[in-house]
């Protein structure tokens, strides 16, 4: 107790020093208030400055402990490395990776995607495009680059090793949680950071990642380290690309949304991701869907754009239910989770509602329902 009450005092004590301190230099022509916020303000600056040196300090550490573990998974492996041999460049121009578009993948949903703004398709090879490892981090768009840079590092490694070119030891990635762990992290904020405030036309870097990201988590070998390490950061991922869409309420939001839409679908090419990702779009799609029969029965508003935004959640879980993943080539619709109960218990009724006044919104549900259903009856 004496303590404390010292600690008190100590404080009052304190705080009056320093308004004495305060009073005896404060210049002439100035009132005690506005030389203290000045002073307040002089010491915020120099806060903001150690903040920013420490920041470039930690991206500093966070480089050299990428290198290190690059080393340590193949130390033949030259982070300074020009054009590479013959030998695998064949290797990487058969292993090119070559995602779908999200324009043949919504064609059957009836989106209009003749701007194809996110197309990670690429004709470049990994060795040919992949610069050394540097220290890029002065702007949103830079930010992108040291954790781009490092992945695709990675899954070259992992391509030459995989053609017998080199040899790998991947299970360093075990050791060194931290520097996976950062490096996604990082990638996934970028990407975040972009889609919150998109400047159209996507830019190269952009697009880049979003590869790097999809050939990070379908690589059969990669995955597993990075969906072990870093789920909670791809759920996390998952549910701000979802929000991004339904909150959005600029008039030109349209392209933008296809982006971030796209984006959703190819991490649905992730069996594990996928099954969590149907499960956030059916729980998002219900909770409209209860609130617009809500709004509609009570007729009362209902926010337009909000609507409006529902669509590409409806597209992207239509797409994700029709698709069979590439890795286990087993059907999408073989979802079974606990949301699928809960989206299915009263849709009936809702559509019977809302189908007068909401036809192409009671459709999507409908197309969703009937592809649920058909797995109940493959599973029966």
């Known amino acids: 107790m004496d303590i404390i009450k010292n600690q008190v005092w100590y404080l009052k004590i304190s705080k009056l020093a320093l308004a004495f301190a305060i009073i005896r230099s404060k210049p002439p022509g100035k009132s005690c208030k506005e030389y203290t916020e000045?002073?307040?303000?002089?010491?915020?600056?120099?806060?903001?400055?150690w903040k920013s040196k420490v920041e470039v300090l930690e991206a500093e550490v966070l480089r050299l402990r990428q290198e290190l573990l690059l080393n340590k998974i193949c130390p033949r492996f030259c982070?300074?490395?020009?054009?590479?041999?013959?030998?695998?460049?064949?290797?990487?121009?058969?292993?090119?990776?070559?995602?779908?578009?999200?324009?043949?993948?919504?064609?059957?949903?009836?989106?209009?995607?003749?701007?194809?703004y996110h197309n990670v398709n690429t004709s470049k090879h990994w060795l040919?495009?992949?610069?050394?490892l540097n220290l890029c981090c002065t702007g949103k768009e830079e930010s992108l680059t040291a954790p781009v840079q490092f992945l695709q590092h990675l899954l070259e490694i992992r391509k030459l090793s995989e053609g017998g070119i080199l040899q790998a030891d991947f299970t360093q990635l075990e050791n060194d949680s931290f520097t996976i762990c950062n490096s996604v992290s990082q990638l996934l904020d970028g990407l975040t950071v972009f889609y919150n405030s998109p400047k159209l036309p996507v830019s190269n870097v952009l697009t880049e990642a979003v590869c790097v990201l999809i050939s990070l988590i379908t690589d059969?070998?990669?995955?597993?380290?990075?969906l072990k390490k870093c789920f909670k950061k791809l759920e996390e991922f998952k549910k701000n690309l979802i929000q991004i869409i339904l909150r959005n309420s600029s008039v030109?939001?349209?392209?933008?949304?296809?982006?971030?839409?796209?984006?959703?679908?190819?991490?649905?090419?992730?069996?594990?991701?996928?099954n969590s990702l149907i499960s956030l779009l059916l729980s998002e799609v219900r909770l409209f869907a209860e609130q617009l029969l809500q709004a509609h029965q009570m007729q009362a508003m209902y926010d337009i754009t909000q609507y409006e935004n529902i669509f590409p959640l409806c597209m992207i879980l239509e797409q994700l239910l029709q698709n069979e993943t590439e890795e286990s080539n087993v059907s999408s619709s073989d979802y079974d989770g606990e949301e699928k109960i809960e989206f299915l218990k009263n849709l009936d009724r809702i559509i019977l509602h809302l189908s007068d006044e909401f036809p192409l919104f009671s459709l999507y549900l409908w197309?969703?329902?009937v592809l649920l259903n058909s797995a109940q009856i493959q599973i029966d």
């Open 367 to 369: 197309r969703v329902s």
């Open 128 to 132: 040919e495009r992949v610069p050394p």
């Open 252 to 274: 030109n939001r349209f392209q933008a949304l296809h982006a971030v839409s796209n984006t959703l679908v190819l991490l649905g090419r992730n069996n594990i991701l996928r």
């Open 38 to 49: 000045h002073l307040a303000k002089t010491v915020s600056k120099q806060d903001f400055g």
């Open 79 to 116: 982070l300074e490395n020009g054009k590479p041999d013959a030998s695998a460049e064949i290797l990487l121009d058969q292993e090119c990776i070559n995602p779908m578009s999200y324009s043949s993948q919504l064609e059957d949903s009836g989106c209009d995607v003749s701007n194809d």
């Open 220 to 226: 059969s070998k990669l995955s597993n380290h990075v």
